[in-house]
């Protein structure tokens, strides 16, 4: 009978809906994957992940183009000039002040290109402009610039282009191993959601249960009072337990109806959609290597390009602040071709030949020490860096540690608090029965009706947990725990641009 009572008892608990709740409309059911892929596709925190990474994306794609040439048109058609100038006169040798109107139209393009090599810079440009002068003495006449090739060099610079090579493509795989950390992070938040929202209807339907007991029971009490089979602290004991029942239902299906608007709002759903969960019956049966789990998280972990971005990035202040205290001798120069005359076909007769050839030198004289201290805090930031990433190395590799061996023993935790609810079940049908015929008394009844829904809520923690610790373990190491292959091989950006401008 016992096995009987078990088998019927246990599954209705846990893989039935909750009749009671699913009365709204547009009622929905979903066991724990549905809602994964959900809350990893569909759910607002996913699109901000995903324009997160494109903003990432379109930032590195700008550093890639940094080596090509930019190539710009500027072009102003009109400008007329009205305006009041003192000029000499030489035949009354004197100052007088004149009306100058003037008409100017002028187009040139521009090419640049910066060395990334050497952090230098190469340009070519060409312009032509028209000057009109209106007044006493019009005027008319063309300005062909027509190429002006040049360059301009730092020799001891600082050089940009040097380490940004270095660190944009670790911020770009940064991004990257930040995103699917993320979507795992969206997993465990919806793991919270699922159960905290799986525990509220089982509470819910455990509170229905009981105070339907509650009430038969005090009904019952009544009855046998009336033939003095019970006193009347008994019943009053019944008649209390009755009333704590109505209390808990109703605080039951407040907390119920919060746990559902929270899963509906994270989801993207109507806030009033009655969704019915599915519990996941079994878990897998995982024992994780922990050199395994170590060597993936201290490879793909994000944790450990940001040791490597922040000493990349100190070197850089280093080595920037080191430049700055040497002398800075800058080496430029130019070749063209120029011709201005009064009409536009002259410009090209003869173009008269422009060179330009400079070296400036700056050589700090006296600063007080300001280059020095700032390349000495420079270093001592270094310094600092280094110990951090050390100490950041060493705890994160404890937390793994300590993350796979909960994780290890979570599995039999799950089984262990599985079996204890069978129990704690049959125990409380056992005690109903003896209750009704009179050879047990209502302390004890309560006590079993507690235990029940203790082990019951157990249960659905230790399964909340080993879910946790497991998409916690995929996030640190980004990771599939199940195929050992990394989220990173599966990842496809195209893909990810696509889902957004649909």
Same mark, same amino acid.
């Given at each position: 009978?016992?096995?009987? @009572?078990?088998?019927?008892?246990i599954?209705?608990?846990f893989?039935?809906? *909750?009749?009671?709740?699913?009365?709204?409309?547009?009622?929905?059911?979903?066991? !724990?994957?549905?809602?994964?892929?959900?809350?990893?596709?569909?759910?607002?925190?996913?699109?901000?992940?995903?324009? /997160? !990474? $494109?903003?990432r994306?379109?930032?590195?794609?700008?550093?890639? *183009?940094?080596?090509?040439?930019?190539?710009?048109?500027?072009?102003?058609?009109?400008?007329?000039?009205?305006?009041?100038?003192?000029?000499?006169?030489?035949?009354?040798?004197?100052?007088?002040?004149?009306? &100058?109107?003037?008409?100017?139209?002028?187009?040139?393009?521009n090419?640049?290109?910066?060395? $990334?090599a050497?952090?230098?810079? !190469?340009?070519?440009? #060409?312009?032509?402009?028209?000057?009109?002068?209106?007044g006493?003495?019009?005027?008319?006449?063309?300005?062909?610039?027509?190429?002006? *090739?040049?360059?301009e060099?730092?020799?001891?610079?600082?050089?940009?282009?040097?380490?940004?090579?270095?660190?944009?493509?670790?911020?770009?795989?940064?991004? +990257?191993?930040?995103?699917?950390?993320?979507?795992?992070?969206?997993?465990?938040?919806?793991i919270?959601y699922?159960?905290? $929202?799986?525990?509220?209807?089982? #509470?819910?339907?455990m509170?229905?249960?009981?105070?339907?007991?509650?009430? +038969?029971?005090? =009904?019952?009490?009544?009855?046998?009072?009336?033939?003095?089979?019970?006193?009347?602290?008994?019943?009053?004991?019944?008649?209390?337990?009755?009333?704590?029942?109505?209390?808990s239902?109703?605080?039951?299906?407040?907390?119920?109806?919060?746990?559902?608007?929270?899963?509906?709002?994270?989801?993207?759903?109507?806030?009033?959609?009655? @969704?019915?969960?599915?519990?996941?019956?079994?878990?897998?049966?995982l024992?994780?290597?922990?050199?395994?789990?170590?060597?993936?998280?201290?490879?793909?972990? /994000?944790?450990m390009?940001? *040791?490597r971005?922040?000493?990349?990035?100190?070197?850089?202040?280093?080595?920037?602040?080191?430049?700055e205290?040497?002398?800075?001798?800058?080496?430029?120069?130019?070749?063209?071709?120029? =011709?201005?005359?009064?009409?536009?076909p002259?410009?090209?007769?003869d173009?008269?030949?422009?060179?330009?050839?400079? $070296?400036?030198?700056?050589?700090?004289?006296?600063?007080w020490?300001?280059?020095?201290?700032?390349?000495?805090?420079?270093?001592?930031?270094?310094?600092?860096?280094?110990?951090?990433?050390?100490?950041?190395?060493?705890?994160?590799?404890?937390?793994?540690?300590?993350?796979?061996t909960?994780?290890?023993?979570?599995?039999?935790?799950?089984e262990?608090?599985?079996?204890?609810?069978?129990v704690?079940? /049959? /125990?409380?049908?056992?005690i109903m029965?003896?209750?009704?015929?009179?050879?047990?008394?209502?302390?004890?009844?309560?006590?079993?009706?507690?235990?029940?829904?203790?082990?019951?809520n157990?249960?659905?923690?230790s399964?909340?947990?080993?879910?946790?610790?497991?998409?916690?373990?995929?996030?640190?190491t980004?990771?599939?725990?199940?195929?050992?292959?990394?989220?990173?091989?599966s990842?496809?950006?195209?893909? !990810?641009?696509? #889902? @957004?401008? &649909?």
């Open positions: 009978m016992y096995r009987f @009572i078990k088998l019927i008892y599954p209705a608990m893989l039935t809906t *909750i009749a009671g709740y699913a009365q709204l409309k547009d009622s929905l059911t979903l066991d !724990l994957n549905q809602v994964l892929e959900i809350s990893a596709t569909k759910s607002l925190e996913s699109f901000k992940n995903k324009n /997160t !990474l $494109l903003t994306y379109w930032e590195y794609e700008n550093y890639k *183009i940094e080596g090509l040439p930019v190539i710009g048109i500027n072009f102003e058609p009109l400008s007329y000039n009205n305006y009041t100038q003192e000029v000499y006169n030489y035949e009354q040798n004197r100052y007088e002040f004149r009306n &100058q109107q003037t008409l100017n139209s002028n187009a040139g393009l090419i640049q290109k910066n060395i $990334l050497t952090g230098g810079r !190469l340009y070519l440009n #060409s312009s032509v402009n028209r000057l009109e002068t209106y006493d003495n019009p005027s008319l006449s063309f300005n062909n610039n027509l190429f002006n *090739i040049g360059f060099q730092g020799l001891f610079n600082f050089n940009p282009y040097k380490w940004d090579k270095k660190i944009e493509p670790l911020q770009y795989e940064k991004a +990257k191993k930040e995103y699917l950390e993320s979507q795992q992070q969206l997993h465990v938040n919806a919270s699922f159960f905290d $929202l799986a525990n509220a209807q089982l #509470s819910y339907n509170a229905q249960d009981n105070f339907s007991n509650a009430d +038969k029971l005090y =009904k019952l009490g009544q009855k046998r009072f009336e033939i003095a089979t019970i006193n009347k602290e008994a019943l009053l004991d019944l008649e209390l337990n009755l009333l704590d029942s109505e209390v239902l109703k605080r039951a299906q407040s907390r119920l109806k919060s746990a559902q608007y929270k899963l509906n709002s994270f989801l993207g759903f109507d806030t009033s959609r009655a @969704i019915e969960l599915k519990i996941p019956e079994e878990v897998p049966k024992q994780l290597s922990e050199e395994f789990i170590l060597d993936q998280a201290m490879t793909n972990n /994000t944790q390009l940001d *040791i971005l922040r000493e990349l990035q100190s070197l850089k202040e280093v080595n920037r602040t080191a430049a205290r040497k002398f800075n001798p800058k080496f430029s120069g130019s070749v063209g071709l120029n =011709k201005t005359s009064d009409t536009w002259d410009t090209y007769q173009p008269l030949n422009q060179q330009r050839v400079s $070296l400036s030198i700056e050589i700090p004289l006296v600063d020490g300001r280059r020095k201290r700032n390349n000495m805090r420079a270093e001592r930031n270094l310094e600092i860096t280094r110990i951090e990433n050390e100490q950041t190395a060493i705890d994160f590799e404890q937390e793994v540690q300590l993350l796979v909960d994780f290890n023993i979570q599995g039999k935790l799950v262990n608090a599985r079996k204890a609810s069978e704690a079940a /049959t /125990t409380h049908v056992i029965q003896r209750f009704m015929f009179g050879t047990v008394d209502i302390v004890r009844l309560n006590s079993v009706v507690r235990n029940k829904d203790n082990a019951r157990s249960y659905l923690q399964l909340k947990q080993y879910w946790t610790n497991y998409y916690m373990l995929q996030m640190v980004l990771t599939d725990l199940q195929t050992g292959i990394r989220l990173s091989d990842f496809n950006l195209k893909a !990810l641009i696509d #889902s @957004i401008n &649909q």
